[in-house]
């Protein structure tokens, strides 16, 4: 099959507003017929569910958590991202395009990104009239703040709960729909299969996690909003409960997956402080704003930092980028805080950390304070007091989090961060639609791979998430359904149902019966640090080879020494969990493949065996300006190549010095 | 595991609604006081795997406190014995060598148990769902800076949306009640200027939905506050019994 991104004609700014024009449409009395099935309910689910359900679809919406708005999109700490220029700082829709574009490293496709920057004003006024509490400034206007990749503030934001507020914004527009019988809500509810009838996506097979019921359910469409699969790592920041199986079992029926190895991590997480760990915890973004990262000059140098003098500081990003800074993209951060580190310059106990250090700007904060005041004569401490208070209005949260996880009291001494995996640009592959390669399957949000390429900037996850749900899809779902409306519903006893229920039914019994003598956490762990050390910040095709042998071996292990324990007809979170890993082992292989047939070095994906002479990544457009896309086959996977046509900006090699 | 501290744990467990729970007895031992408590939960639980015992259920997902999943009653308090965090913010250095911990589940009728430490609060999005929204479909919005919102008013209604909606602040009141849960979107809404159209009827409706859900009355102990991860205040409730008792004259009077 050959892959069709079905991009409109015409000029890049006229696309989506001559798409929307002339876009097929159905007429209200045939949407009430036309039952949408969304799985996944974080800001791309619900969004969708509910601005589908207000259109007039009959919509059914399915979570694993207790509630829809427990959704990891609550997690997003720092921003959102909207070109409105409110700061008259030079931003538009154009820079956003441009900026993101470049951000992902010359990876992404130019017309989904324009679409994207283009909608994003909207997001922001529309959760605004949904009650969203954004940060205002006190003459009641909309605040902003700085971002990574970017030299204009364009970023909204709740205090240190951006997402958490959009995410109760669509849960409550979606919540009103539940109330008006127009969405029915599955909660604790997981998809384990897509039923595909005639080559269409046709329904799904979801196991109540409560009783362990299979149920069946019909859908004219199946929309997979469903996240990232970053958890294939074990240690991430993603929720203990987020996981690759939806869009696995998509890609198995026959679902392109999109540049499977484009993870990003994340430069400020708090670092690993022991085996016991379970997950890693992110310092926002928007912190780097306001602090500066440093390491000792000396390596090994073990003295309170606070006692450590100035000249014999390394602020390295501010010596390596001078034009930005603490500011630069996401994985240039990372990189440059592994590099340190790797050459003995880490400090704390692990010396796998860097220091993330908010004195300078406490005390910036505190002189503007005490000017405000007319406190011409005050003391430092008297300053710093004031800025501490500042500080504290705008990241309390995130401080607080910092000093309960590690002890340590972040407005004493800095921070000890080090990178972590936090989202993955890459996802299922789909069309300017945003359909997969299987015709009524779509996936929104952040598990496609659509908008940011080998690089995804900072505020941009909720931006996309949103876009897709409130903006995008129902337009882009009419072209579709509006050639179904002759399509009756059909009965759940259909062969394809049958054999989707025992195929999963089957499954859930092998995991149960293998009674072998090691947990899922141990194959999840053993996994993790495999993908981390050979396919995490650095690759290299040596490593990533052996990756593969190891994961095989993992998965050979998986399937004849796991245990788990209970049944299936009951609430049982270690069978979920044993279900999730061993679809994470088979994506773990697939991104490997991919990482290593990508032999070049861009955004997040960094090869060792190319990079310029100060250790940058070193793109080859010339062999690999594509998208890879890889079509599933029973013992192997074949690759599909979307090139990349860059036709309004120029392609260049990325520099933020 | 790498630490030095040696605790017994007492947890609830109960295989599912249908049958009667019991307090276990578990040593935990050489825990490390950098854990978060569900981390040692989890080693707990690979213990009973490996022992073919079964492991305890819990809720939990974020492990960062944002969520709002995660549930456990600790030693008589919901998340345990700090202040404005959630059980998965819990880390043991909060306890000493030697320890006994009580673990049980939120109690309260409206809040029926599923499995061990897991419950049913479905109760919460129903109670949304009947009122807890500002009525504006997709693409109906004007400029979001048209309508300028004093800096006080945002910092008010934010520091209401900051509810996780764990449903502590119902397991901590004697009553079961869950005026907090419910004043805290009412007060949220209430202090926007797109919330007003709908400010009346949403207060009658979610209280409506709250009753019917059958959550206990609310005495003013203020045990709800006292308790709640995001430290919502009572200020929320004072607030919505006033628009609550406006709402019913206006009715009324027709």
Redesign the interface.
Known sequence: MSLNSNIPEGKLEEKWTKYKSTVPLVNPANKRNLEVLVVGSGLAGAAAAASLAELGYKVKCFCFQDSPRRAHSIAAQGGINAAKNYQNDGDSVYRLFYDTIKGGDYRAREANVYRLAEISPNIIDQCVAQGVPFAREYGGMLSNRSFGGTQVQRTFYAAGQTGQQLLLGAYSALERQVGMGTVQMFSRHEMLDVVVIDGKARGIIARNLITGELERHFGHSVLLCTGGYGNVFFLSTNAMGSNVSATWKAHKKGAYFGNPSFTQIHPTCIPVSGDHQSKLTLMSESLRNDGRIWVPKKAGDNRNPNDIPEEERDYYLERRYPAFGNLVPRDVASRAAKERCDAGFGVGNSKMAVYLDFKFNMMRYGRVEATKLGMTDASDAEIFKMGKDVVKEKYGNLFDMYKQITGEDPYELPMRIYPAVHYTMGGLWVDYNLMTTVPGMYALGEANFSDHGANRLGASALMQGLADGYFVIPYTIGAYLSKEIATKAISTDHEAFVEAEKSVSERLNKLLTINGTKTVDYFHKKLGKVMWDKCGMARSAGGLNQAIVEIKAIREEFWNDLRVPGTADEFNPELEKAGRVADFIELGELMCIDALERNESCGGHFREESQTEDGEALRDDENYSYVSAWEFKEADWDLHKEELKFENIKIAQRSYK | ??GNMNLTLKVWRQ??NKVKGSLVDYKVNEV?P???F???F??LN?Q???K????I?F???????????CSMHINGRPHGPKD??TTC?L?M?SFKDGDTIVVEPWRAKAFPV??DL?V???A??RI??????????????????T?????VD??I??AA??C??CGACVAACKNASAMLFVSAKVN??AH?P??KPERMERVRAMVAQMDKEGFGSCTNTGACAAECPKEISLVNIAAMNRDYLKSNLIDAEG
Request: hydrophobic fraction near 35%; aromatic fraction near 4%.
């Open positions: 595991m790498s295989k599912n490390s950098d854990m978060s569900l981390e040692m989890d080693v690979e009973l795997i490996i073919g015992d079964e492991p259920a809720d939990h997902d974020c492990r960062e406190g944002i969520c709002g999943m404005a965090i913010q880390h250095r599923i499995k897991t049913d609060r479905s919460f999005d949304i769902a009947s009122g807890g929204y500002i009525s504006v479909n997709t693409g109906n919005a004007q400029d979001g800076n309508l300028p919102i004093p800096k945002a910092d209604a934010f949306a900051a996780i909606g949220q809404l926007l797109q919330g």
